[in-house]
């Protein structure tokens, strides 16, 4: 893993570019347009947009990717499975103290040099990514953002020019996601927060069941995984379905959630135990 200082020059950028990356300030498009606005100068196949604060907390959410909802998904697991305490850019970023003004800095990390094997395998190994380029914005206000750019197998390494493409984007892309985070967007996702963005919400033990279910293991799979009694798993598992407002794992694994229930009982009367939440007292018979 490396990391440098930044220090942009005032480049001419491409009408195009510009216009892409600012589409989607204020919207859930934003990581879409930084993608969209990169692939017009380089090769990359995922972009995400990570906000952290200084405790090390998740506060926003957005990824893209060219093939489908593949980056979305593999946010969602990133964010389940907690492997932003894992991942130097959000560690980094939360240590360090606020800036007099603001800094910006590119990291660059191949999958080879990720040491956990769950991390390297569910956000690099299990979609083909090769390694990653990430635009850290801090500022004095408390900001700190990472915007990354990966790179999958079938793609070229980022070489030299590539890391002088993304520097001279990084004002352009800083900017933007400052811009982002004073919209009002934050206020609409506060009251239809997407899937990634509600994982937060849940207890650590709630995001380590669901983190289990996500990867495709059954309840009793993540019980053994964990070393906690099934029952136990049930209720962590039904728990985290109603704050998540779906009704089956399949719909977890999906990443298609219905509307969250108000009522205080089940969601459903679930035909079966492994792909539907169930009430600590139906799980216990």
């Known amino acids: ?82 492997f932003d305490q894992l991942d130097p850019n959000m560690a980094w970023l939360a240590a360090r103290k606020l800036p007099k003004r603001p800094q910006l800095w590119l990291g660059h990390q191949r999958a080879d040099e990720v040491a956990d094997p769950a991390y390297r395998a569910a956000c690099y190994g299990d979609v083909g990514i090769r390694e990653r380029a990430s635009v850290l914005l801090l500022l004095p206000t408390g900001q700190r953002v990472a915007v990354s750019f990966y790179r999958s197998l079938a793609q070229p390494e980022f070489d030299a020019a590539d890391f002088a493409r993304i520097e001279a984007h990084a004002t352009l892309l800083a900017d933007a996601t400052a811009a982002h985070g004073r919209s009002a967007v934050a206020v609409r996702e506060a009251v239809e927060p997407g899937l990634g963005s509600r994982l937060l919400a849940l207890s650590l033990r709630e995001r380590e069941v669901i983190g289990h279910l996500m990867a495709g293991r059954t309840a009793k799979e993540a019980a053994r995984e964990i070393g906690v009694e099934l029952t136990t798993v049930r209720t962590h598992q039904y728990r985290a379905f109603r704050r998540l407002g779906i009704r089956s794992q399949k719909e977890l694994l999906r990443g298609a959630p219905s509307a969250p229930s108000t009522s205080p009982t089940s969601p459903t009367s679930p035909t079966s135990p492994e792909g539907s939440a169930q009430s600590p007292e139906a799980s216990s018979s």
Do not use: N
């Not at 498009?29 to 998740?58: D, E, H, N, W």
């Not at 959410?61 to 489908?68: N, Q, R, T």
């Open 1 to 82: 893993m490396r990391r440098w200082r930044l220090h942009p020059a005032d480049t001419a950028l491409a009408a195009a570019v510009v216009g892409d990356v600012l589409s989607g300030v204020g919207t859930a498009r934003l990581a879409a347009s930084y993608l969209k606005a990169m692939q017009r100068v380089m090769p990359v196949t995922f972009c995400t947009v990570f906000s952290v604060s200084a405790a090390g907390r998740i506060e926003t959410v957005s990824a893209a990717s060219s093939y489908g909802s593949t980056a979305e998904r593999t946010s969602e697991r990133y964010v389940a499975q907690r």
